[in-house]
């Protein structure tokens, strides 16, 4: 079984040298990564929602700055900047809603500018950092959530907003996934329609960590809150 202070489940794998992106459209019946080696293929992952989620589109952008400096620098080329700028505006064409998305390419165009030699290592640094200070931000709010949820005998959750949106904990489900570690209670999923991120998505990680749920109808909701 895995830990369950830990999530399987990985929505963004980095190579060194590209990004691999669990196609989220196909689960759970499919388990697919896509792999990109260029800004515009993580901008179309980002606009066919291969990935999806605040957070994990936020970092994925962040990845394809680092292809997009991968791509276009060299010492001989004084235009390298202009065409990383142009990529950094196509991945934020890619989801216009998502908060996450246009302050981690602000967060990349500051490393960016402070880069006199070879941007390459700062870049990915860049990069990393979002990644890991995502997930760890994750934890904390794991934590903090639990101890809240510390006597709680059920909980309701809707959509999606655990690992697979994320950097690799989640959210809203990092907190169930935290409360749960340290006392197993029962756990609901709404299907979530349209797309039906709760059936496709949460019951599948969860079930990918050994976290037992139940999928319970969106109509439902109410009638389980009232019944306590």
Request: glycine letters at 10%.
């Amino acid at each position: 079984m895995t830990n369950i202070n830990k999530s399987g489940v990985l929505a963004l794998q980095w190579t060194g040298h590209s990004l691999k992106v669990l196609d989220q459209r196909q689960l759970p019946e499919t388990i697919t990564y896509d792999e990109y080696q260029d800004a515009d293929g993580v901008a179309e992952a980002i606009a066919t929602m291969r990935v999806r989620g605040a957070p994990a589109i936020g970092i994925a952008a962040a990845y394809g700055v680092v292809l997009s400096v991968y791509q276009h620098y060299s010492q001989s080329n004084g235009n390298w900047q202009e065409h990383v700028l142009a990529d950094i505006d196509t991945l934020a064409n890619s989801r216009p809603t998502a908060v996450n998305l246009f302050w981690a390419l602000n967060q990349m165009k500051a490393v960016l500018d402070g880069q006199r030699d070879d941007p390459l290592p700062a870049i990915l640094a860049g990069a990393e950092k979002i990644h890991a200070d995502d997930i760890a931000a994750n934890h904390k709010m794991g934590e903090l959530g639990a101890d809240i949820l510390a006597n709680a005998k059920g909980i309701m959750t809707h959509c999606n907003t655990g690992a697979l949106a994320t950097g690799g904990y989640g959210t809203a489900l990092g907190v169930i996934r935290s409360a749960y570690a340290r006392t197993p209670v029962k756990i609901y999923a709404g299907e979530t329609r349209p797309w039906l991120q709760g059936l496709r998505l949460t019951v599948w990680e969860l079930a990918q960590d050994g976290i037992p749920v139940t999928l319970i109808a969106d109509s439902a909701a109410a009638w389980l809150m009232q019944s306590g």
